[in-house]
């Protein structure tokens, strides 16, 4: 084996080291490199895509209208009266589409399910298609922010009935709703240099990375799950949230990397602690991967008062590219209740802050205030994701919400759990699934594995001699095989996360293997070692 010190990596963040992995995989140019180290999925939602294609070619007929005696390429804006006649008109010369059937469905279902003006959503389809005018609303298209939250209410919101009504922001991606809750918590003073975030983790890199940053200052709150209750939170750890100095509480759920969704007795007992002790508590639950979980129900639902929804499109559509995500807040919340309680001068500071997008700016919503300030306030005319990412967000809502049988979520679900008992069969273990296991990622324990493998001498020696960015390196320089390291997620044992959706099921059989071999050379080592 390599005898290279790869210790200097280990406290690089898990997606700039994967670079570096990247490297020692490639160190072999004839050999395949099997990357699992990003969540990137292999799969897609094909219909939506091709109802959108469709759409465009429906929309540039109605530009086309209004210039058509000029000959020379220009189009103009669409027009409302008679839009639903002529797509059908569209769409009987073109019958045979998938396309155009998911359409003309779409049409029929925001009239008969939400009540939505077909004219009007129609409308404001053709238009966004064309990206022809700004976003208008900023914050997000009417018609798009009302079927995307019928989507996030089905989603997210199980059996639990809905407390109050909520808003959506459309944002580029989960990423830039990180980005800018963290920006608009800052720039309101609702949070402050020095105090205290608490942090559920393990957890998505940057979610540790964000808080300390010059701009923040944030001290950090670890609130563990445990590993052996399926990560969940245990209550010593929960009762950390009763200090009054933790001012934000940010999940990821299911998680991240472990790939499990909290229980509905977690939910409870979190939702029980913040409705009775900490009622000022901010929490930002981040949600991209419940679509993938069984009986999914976000704290969002459970505590809509505190809690603010990151949630994006990517994975589940096989849509990264897109970049598509919205925040969500409900219409009553703690949020906009502590802004109305901030000190006289910094109520004074803000207004002046915001004076130019209204007369009263105290009345300015905290969701309102996360569209102005992802445009630094002066731009806020020009705010908002574009229309035709909008209207993609839109039609994969409508995807899920007309997929009565559930046919497309059972397709998603069975490849990442196919790949995930194929993983681990190809290791020489027989692993099986709890209620709360998610599969979208798979966080191999090497010192647990270790221990079933080879024995507990072995793990406690592979773990003393922090043996786990050793593993990875070598898996990479050896095998071709990335994988991220779970210390960059703040697991605290040596440990490597596999993506589940980026990959063939004969890759992670692949993947399965290369592990066992290059533990079973750590395992010549030990025993070379203590001869």
């Known amino acids: 084996m390599s005898e290279t010190d790869w210790s200097k990596f ?54 086309e209208r209004s210039y058509a005696y000029l000959d020379s390429g220009i189009g103009g804006l669409p027009e409302r009266p008679g839009i639903v006649q002529r797509f059908e008109s569209f769409a009987y010369k073109h019958e045979d589409s998938e396309g155009v059937g998911f359409l003309q469905r779409s049409i029929t279902y925001v009239r008969d399910q939400l009540g939505l003006d077909r004219e009007a959503f129609l409308f404001e389809l053709v238009g966004a298609f064309l990206g022809c005018n700004y976003p208008v609303p900023p914050r997000m298209l009417p018609h798009a922010e009302e079927i995307v939250k019928a989507y996030l ?43 205290k975030i608490a942090l559920g983790t393990p957890i998505f890199s940057p979610y540790l990375e964000i808080p300390p940053l010059a701009d923040y ?20 750890e929960l009762k950390k949230l009763e200090d009054p100095d933790v001012k934000v509480f940010c999940l990821v759920n299911p998680s991240n990397p472990p790939s499990a969704r909290l229980s509905d007795r977690c939910l409870d007992q979190l939702a029980a602690l913040i409705d009775g002790r900490r009622q000022d508590l901010i929490v930002v639950t981040d949600d991209v991967y419940g679509t993938f979980a069984d009986d999914f129900v976000s704290l969002f639902a459970k505590c809509p008062v505190n809690t603010l929804l990151v949630y994006s499109f990517s994975k589940y559509f096989g849509a990264t590219g897109w970049r598509l995500g919205v ?21 004074k500071e803000l207004d002046e802050r915001y004076v130019s997008l209204t007369t009263e700016p105290r009345g300015l919503r905290f969701i309102d205030r996360l569209v102005a300030d992802s445009r630094s306030v ?16 839109t039609l994969f809502a ?18 990442i759990r196919d790949r995930y ?22 966080l191999i324990d090497l010192s647990k594995l270790g221990a079933q493998l080879y024995g507990k001498a072995f793990a406690a020696w592979f773990e003393e001699g922090n043996k786990g960015t050793d593993f990875l390196f070598r898996l990479a320089e ?12 703040e697991v605290v044992y040596p440990s490597a996360r596999v993506s589940l959706a980026n990959l063939t099921d004969a890759e992670y059989a692949a993947i399965g293997c290369f592990t066992r071999k290059v533990l079973d050379e750590f395992y010549q080592d030990f025993q070379n070692r203590s001869k």
């Open 10 to 63: 280990t406290d690089l963040s898990p997606f700039e080291l994967k670079d570096k992995l990247i490297e020692a995989a490639r160190s072999d140019s004839e050999r395949m490199m099997l990357n699992a180290g990003r969540g990137n999925p292999n799969f897609l939602a094909t219909l939506p895509r091709r109802a959108f294609l469709r759409l465009g070619d429906f929309a540039l007929r109605e530009a």
């Open 153 to 195: 209410s089905e989603e997210m919101f199980g059996p639990v009935a809905h407390q109050g009504d909520f808003a959506l922001f459309a944002t580029e991606g989960g990423t830039a709703a990180m980005t800018y809750v963290f920006q608009s918590l800052r720039a309101n003073k609702l949070i402050h240099p020095g105090d």
């Open 217 to 236: 200052g944030l001290e950090i709150v670890d609130i563990r799950m445990d590993e052996e209750a399926d990560w969940q939170f245990p209550e010593a």
């Open 327 to 347: 925040i969500g807040l409900h219409q009553e919340n703690a949020i906009d209740r502590a802004l109305g309680a901030l000190p006289e001068a910094d109520k």
């Open 378 to 393: 002066a731009l806020n005319h020009t705010a908002g994701l574009s229309l035709p990412q909008q209207l993609q967000m």
């Open 398 to 415: 409508l995807n899920e919400l007309m997929d009565r049988q559930g046919h497309y979520k059972a397709s998603a679900k069975q490849l």
């Open 421 to 442: 008992k194929r993983l681990y069969r190809n290791m020489g273990l027989d692993v099986q699934r709890t209620a709360e296991d998610v599969n979208y990622y798979t």
């Open 478 to 489: 050896e095998t071709g095989v990335v994988l991220l390291p779970g210390k960059g997620f």
